[in-house]
């Protein structure tokens, strides 16, 4: 049997969605729901027949029968009787009409919920390099309108096209029972509805996909905007943005007055259409009643069942409009569906991820020409600290990245603890292997709820001792409530080395067996994070650490540096070493200490 694919134990393959296959789930609603239209239904069928029965009781003054359906439901001569059963009848009409639009608008509840938990989930699993390649306000956008779009359709129109379905089968064969030729009349406009719908479709299916995608890009735009306003403020660029804003705006206007003008035109054609009905069936109903073909009554029932037939023909434009939305948006889902995880499980579990052993390691990051990493060696082993330094650019980020399975990597390259890198399950590996990025984000919430997001029930004591480990008491002991102060959208009521410090404890509470920090603690001064790679080079918390940084004198202690240039180790060695043997490492300490001494004053 062949093994599914899976992502930190959850499955990574996500099957398309089929827009039918949606309501599978919810077949007994579906059920309850139609039985529930069809009595509200009976109810509004038997109104016209009343009124009928009612008009022939005070045009003749006999004993009238109330027949539908070839069944004699009741036998009268009392007008009040008629209008106490039509009273009751629009009453109970309304009650179940109520019941059954609760049933089904709940099945289109039940049916966005389940697409945005699928694309939720199929999203956490996919890789940073999708992530790269589309922007989160376009993901946003299908996240909230295309699905909106699916809720629609599931909801309002399986009522709309229920109903309208019910409505013609019951009612058609009423009105040919009461004089086909007035009925066929009658009825003849109205396949007109159906052939305008179906030339319509094509249009409005491309006015859908252009309002859908102006949409998602206008989205993108918000979103970066507000993420980068203060980037935007500082370079003096709002003018430039609202103009690339209100561009993105102009799109979105001009794709939904396109789809306005589409439905404007189809709604009141349905009406005239249906407007036809009823004069054609005053013309010939009134021949009809002339020559005693038919009855007063059945005149005025054939009116009344017209008008019923009105709003499901006119519906129809709205449904094929809802219809074409939300196909359209199931495709912009099935993009995202369809798009594979190039980081998947393997089956290895396990603890024991000493030691890290990387060998001819090559790297290539989709979007960017050539290598970032070529030909990468390094071995760590329990206890030891390795550091990577270089120029910006040289590649520390992406080797980071690959070793904690940000990256796609090939195999035979990266092992933990003598198995390859690919055949670990990622959840037994991250468990052991921690890492710290260069851009520390923390969620809204409180410094302690940032802290032990990887170990929400780490006890206070622990989360006590990595605040001390970081040097980060200080700093808590000046918050307005300490760890329970919020810190608000990506943690912007603290310090860049605050938030820095505190994706370090994040971290360090997990008491990995590998911690890999990527340049972060560059927020701090060089003297801070010299004395914090001292705590973690001799703390009991983990066994063996990997420091990327530009700060040499922060890993001037180090077993080993390794020198990165254009993504290949050029040289390697203690820091005495390298100061003697590579050109670049003698460099890169020199403008160090000049900055220091720059700094200090001297």
Not at 29 to 46: E, K, Y
Not at 214 to 241: D, K, M, P, W, Y
Not at 364 to 388: F, H, K, N, S
Not at 452 to 459: E, K, L, M, N, T
Request: aromatic share 6%.
């Amino acid at each position: 049997m062949k093994s599914v694919a899976t992502v930190l134990g959850q499955v990574a393959l996500a099957r398309p969605i089929r827009l039918w296959a949606l309501f599978t789930p919810y077949k007994r609603a579906l059920v309850t729901g139609s039985l529930l239209l069809l009595g509200t239904n009976g109810a509004n069928l038997a109104l016209p027949r009343l009124v009928n029965a009612a008009v022939s009781l005070i045009e003749h003054g006999e004993e009238t029968a109330v027949e539908l359906l070839g069944v004699t439901w009741m036998r009268t001569r009392s007008v009040e009787s008629l209008v106490a059963c039509i009273c009751v009848l629009a009453c109970l009409g309304a009650v179940i009409r109520t019941l059954s639009r609760r049933v089904l608008f709940d099945v289109g509840r039940g049916v966005e919920r389940d697409v945005r938990d699928r694309l939720f989930a199929h999203l956490s699993v996919l890789s940073p390099t999708f992530y790269q390649r589309n922007s989160v306000g376009d993901l946003l956008s299908r996240l909230t309108n295309d699905i909106n779009h699916i809720r629609l359709f599931a909801g309002f129109v399986l009522l709309n096209a229920l109903n309208l379905v019910i409505v013609f089968v019951a009612t058609i064969p009423i009105l040919f029972a009461i004089d086909p030729v007035v009925a066929l009349c009658a009825l003849l406009p109205f396949p007109l509805v159906i052939l305008c719908a179906r030339a319509l479709a094509g249009r409005m299916s491309s006015c859908v996909k252009e309002q859908q995608e102006s949409l998602g890009q206008l989205t993108a735009r918000v979103q970066e905007n507000l993420s980068g306003i203060h980037v935007v403020r500082a370079f003096g660029q709002e003018n430039a943005e609202v103009a690339k804003f209100d561009r993105d705006n102009d799109r979105a206007y001009r794709a939904s007055l396109a789809l306005a003008a589409l439905r404007i035109f189809t709604f009141p054609f349905m009406r005239v259409i249906s407007g036809l009905g009823v004069a054609v069936t005053l013309f010939v109903g009134g021949r009809a009643v002339v020559f005693g073909r038919i009855t007063l009554g059945d005149f005025v029932e054939v009116n009344a069942r017209l008008l019923q037939l009105a709003w499901p023909a006119i519906s129809l434009g709205l449904i094929a409009a809802m219809f074409h939305q939300a196909k359209a948006s199931v495709q912009r889902l099935n993009g995202v569906l369809a798009a594979p995880p190039d980081i998947v499980d393997g089956p290895h579990e396990g603890n024991t991820v000493l030691p890290l052993r990387v060998t001819s390691l090559t790297v290539r990051v989709p979007g960017r020409e050539g290598l970032v990493l070529r030909d990468i060696q390094l071995e760590l082993a329990r206890g030891q600290t390795i550091a990577v330094v270089g120029q910006s650019g040289c590649g520390k980020s992406t080797l980071v990245r690959a070793l904690h399975r940000g990256l796609a990597i090939p195999r035979d390259a990266v092992f933990f603890g003598g198995v390859d890198a690919l055949d670990w399950h990622l959840l037994s590996l991250l468990r052991c292997v921690a890492v710290v990025p260069q851009e520390s984000f923390l969620f809204s919430a409180s410094v302690r709820d940032n802290i032990a997001f990887g170990r929400p029930d780490a006890p206070h004591s622990e989360i006590a001792r990595v605040v001390q480990e970081v040097g980060l008491e200080p700093d808590v002991a000046t918050l307005p409530q300490g760890l329970n102060t919020l810190v608000g959208e990506r943690g912007v009521m603290l310090s860049g080395g605050q938030r820095q410090r505190v994706a370090l404890a994040r971290a360090l509470l997990l008491r990995p067996r590998i911690l890999l920090l990527d340049d972060c603690l560059s927020a701090v001064d060089a003297d801070t994070e010299a004395r914090i790679v001292d705590v973690l080079r001799q703390g009991e918390w983990a066994s063996s650490v990997l420091i990327a940084t530009h700060r040499l004198s922060a890993v001037r202690h180090a077993r080993e540096i390794i020198v990165l240039e254009e993504g290949a180790a050029v040289a390697r060695g203690t820091h005495a070493r390298l100061l003697r043997q590579s050109d670049l490492y003698r460099a890169l300490w020199g403008m160090e200490q000049a900055g220091r001494a720059l700094d200090y004053g001297l």
